[in-house]
């Protein structure tokens, strides 16, 4: 079962890679360091509900996209082909 916490980390790791965004460059943005966003992908820790708010605006997507169960919805691994279409899929995800 997908717990939410690995379901959010997914979609945020998922966003990430997609725009060619470095961990610690997304880190950097939303104010966190690199090794507590890192735990946050891995699903080893909850952001605040402030903090998801402030990685969906970095990523450019409603906060929905990156939120449990929208963000369980995303396979656990995209191929590479999907990566350019994972944006625009997210963007839209919560509409």
């Known amino acids: 079962m997908t717990t939410r916490r690995a379901a959010n980390g997914a979609a945020i790791k998922a966003l990430r890679e997609a725009l060619g965004k470095e961990q610690a460059a997304l880190a950097a943005e ?5 090794t507590h966003l ?3 992908e891995a699903g080893r ?8 708010g402030r990685i969906a ?3 450019g997507v409603p906060l929905a996209a990156i939120t449990y169960p929208v963000a369980a919805s ?5 191929a590479d082909e999907d990566l350019a279409a ?3 899929a997210a963007r839209t995800a919560a509409a």
């Not at 939303?30 to 690199?34: D, K």
Request: aromatic content about 4%; charged content about 5%.
């Open 38 to 40: 890192s735990n946050i």
């Open 57 to 59: 605006a970095v990523l």
């Open 30 to 34: 939303v104010g966190v360091g690199s």
């Open 86 to 88: 994972a944006v625009p």
């Open 45 to 52: 820790r909850q952001p605040s509900p402030v903090l998801m």
């Open 74 to 78: 995303w396979p656990s691994e995209l």
